[in-house]
Nanobody, 126 residues
Framework: QVEVVESGGGSVQAGGSLRLSCTLS????????MAWFRQAPGQDREFVSA????????FYADSVKGRFTISRDNTKRTVWLQMNDLKPEDTAVYYC???????????????????WGQGTQVTVSS
């Protein structure tokens, strides 16, 4: 059984940084593209960033481009989201998701992802 677990959320002031981590167990981590989504109160869940199984391709939402960096280490079965220059509008529950694919494509649609974590709260105060 595949399990996806996020960690690293918390509260920071605007301009600060946080690093989220996500681990996957139960299947080969390197057979999954990984992504981060987020959901703010009263809003739909939205795509943030994704990375291919090899790490060779990544993609970002325009709202986080230049501030967030996604990376992975297949030997550690972990994907990270480094978030810098955080803004109050980044406040949300952040979800890690796994998409079982072995090409270099990264998907932005939620339905493409097979497994989801429980989410971790990120709160940015002004």
């Amino acid at each position: 059984q595949v399990e996806v677990v996020e960690s690293g959320g918390g509260s920071v002031q605007a301009g600060g940084s946080l690093r989220l981590s996500c681990t996957l167990s139960g299947r080969s981590f390197s057979s999954f593209a990984m992504a981060w989504f987020r959901q703010a109160p009263g809003q739909d869940r939205e795509f943030v960033s994704a990375i291919s199984w090899s790490g060779g391709m990544s993609f970002y939402a325009d709202s986080v481009k230049g501030r967030f960096t996604i990376s992975r280490d297949n030997t550690k079965r972990t994907v990270w989201l480094q978030m810098n220059d955080l803004k109050p509008e980044d406040t949300a529950v952040y979800y890690c998701a796994a998409d079982h694919r072995l090409n270099q494509r990264v998907a932005t649609a939620q339905y493409e992802y097979d497994y989801w974590g429980q989410g971790t709260q990120v709160t940015v105060s002004s």
